[in-house]
Nanobody, 116 residues
Framework: VQLQASGGGSVQAGGALRLSCAAS????????MGWYRQAPGNGREFVAR???????DYADSVKGRFTISRDPAKNTVDLQLNNVKPADTADYYC???????????WGQGTLVTVSS
């Protein structure tokens, strides 16, 4: 399973950014797909997830600001970041969870930097 995250960059607080995760060899609509992030000096933390059935879940810190979605035509999972804060600065990683086995696959990160 290959996952390629893109869309990171620098943005000012209050701005918006859209991250995208392109998957190879799997169909994203058949997997539970998620986004995690890791800020400098911190551990990796959960951000959002979309289940195979479409149910979504978000970390409290991003609820109401971030939206996870799938694009079946492009076979991608996107994360829309709105009203970003400096605390959102981190490397963002997408994950795919294999059905039944629960095995997780990770892509490389894309860096988001939010300036105040």
């Amino acid at each position: 399973v290959q996952l390629q995250a893109s869309g990171g960059g620098s943005v000012q607080a209050g701005g918006a950014l859209r991250l995208s995760c392109a998957a190879s060899t799997i169909i994203v609509s058949e997997y539970s797909m998620g986004w995690y992030r890791q800020a400098p000096g911190n551990g990796r933390e959960f951000v959002a997830r979309i289940g195979a059935g479409g149910a979504t879940d978000y970390a409290d810190s991003v609820k109401g600001r971030f939206t996870i979605s799938r694009d079946p035509a492009k076979n991608t999972v996107d994360l829309q970041l709105n009203n970003v804060k400096p605390a959102d600065t981190a490397d963002y990683y997408c994950t795919a969870r294999r059905p039944f086995t629960g095995q997780d696959f990770w892509g490389q990160g894309t860096l988001v930097t939010v300036s105040s």
